[in-house]
């Protein structure tokens, strides 16, 4: 059984840091494209970061460009999203995607899309006070 488990979220002020994990579990995952989403309350859910891990290319959103970091740890099946500078705007439930498609793996055109993913964690809070 696949399973994407995130953890790391919490209460942060604005300009501080907190780094989410998501543990994956039940399949190898050294050739999918993994994923970070959020949805803040009332909005659509936006695509965040994408690492594909063969080869650890990385894409980002603009919004979040330079600010956060997603990275993966083959060893440990587990992809992080490291988040500094954190604004008022960030606060959101913060979802971790897998996509093993062929067509998704190498098609990074596609990584924004949420249809693009085969498995969707349960999601982790993150709140940035002002």
């Known amino acids: 059984q696949v399973q994407l488990v995130e953890s790391g979220g919490g209460l942060v002020q604005a300009g501080g840091s907190l780094r989410l994990s998501c543990a994956a579990s039940?399949?190898?995952?050294?050739?999918?494209?993994m994923s970070w989403f959020r949805q803040a309350p009332g909005k659509e859910r936006e695509f965040v970061a994408a690492i594909k891990w063969s080869g650890g290319s990385t894409y980002y959103a603009d919004s979040v460009r330079g600010r956060f970091t997603v990275s993966g740890d083959n060893a440990k099946n587990t992809v992080y999203l490291q988040m500094n500078s954190l604004k008022p705007e960030d606060t959101a439930v913060y979802y971790c995607?897998?996509?093993?498609?062929?067509?998704?793996?190498?098609?990074?055109?596609?990584?924004?899309?949420?249809?693009?993913?085969?498995?969707w964690g349960q999601g982790t809070q993150v709140t940035v006070s002002s």
């Open positions: 039940g399949r190898t995952f050294s050739s999918y494209a």
């Open positions: 995607a897998a996509g093993g498609r062929y067509y998704t793996v190498y098609n990074p055109s596609v990584y924004r899309r949420d249809t693009s993913y085969d498995y």
